[in-house]
């Protein structure tokens, strides 16, 4: 199995540039969230979903969209790039919030 | 905020020495994890500790978990230069999120 595939590896974006971040899993997973880590502040959650059709906020959503029509695939998208969104981006699923998380290999994003 | 904050931020043992980090956590849980990162890679699960559990073993591991001080600690025996890499505590609660902390750096030296 693939387990959490993310794409692209390595992004730099113009501020103000738009572009989606793709995450897919093949484990049948309901939970899907998407983190940023940044140095010293760990990881930080930016949205999440418990199912298809359903998502919601984490603790940093301001500048990021996302959506989840099927299981398998949770995209984000920024919608207006900052340097500020300078960033590696972990996708991660799992059965729910309260069991084993598997992380994607990370989106290493600079917005110049 | 975060929820979960790792003590020390950094700790440098002697292979065969035993490394021991803890976390901290605000509010209440159903569970607390472990994840282990190595450098430029996706973390990766160690352990969970339910909220009604003290201690757990997985091999070189072991957890424990006092929910009355909202603190748990890790500790990995005989440490190997494998085991160096960034250590992080997560907590899961009924508000549908795994909140992490900062982590702590473990190098082991040969």
Redesign the interface.
Known sequence: NAGVTQTPKFQVLKTGQSMTLQCAQDMNHEYMSWYRQDPGMGLRLIHYSVGAGITDQGEVPNGYNVSRSTTEDFPLRLLSAAPSQTSVYFCASSTTQNTEAFFGQGTRLTVV | ??QGEEDPQALSIQEGENATMNCSYKTSI??L?W?RQNSG?????LI?IRSNEREKHSGRLRVTLDTSKKSSSLLITASRAADTASY?C?T??ND????????TTVTVRA
């Open positions: 905020s975060q159903n569970n994890q994840y890679r996706g973390l990766v699960h969970l992080f997560a899961g609660s549908y999120k795994l909140s992490f902390g900062a982590g």
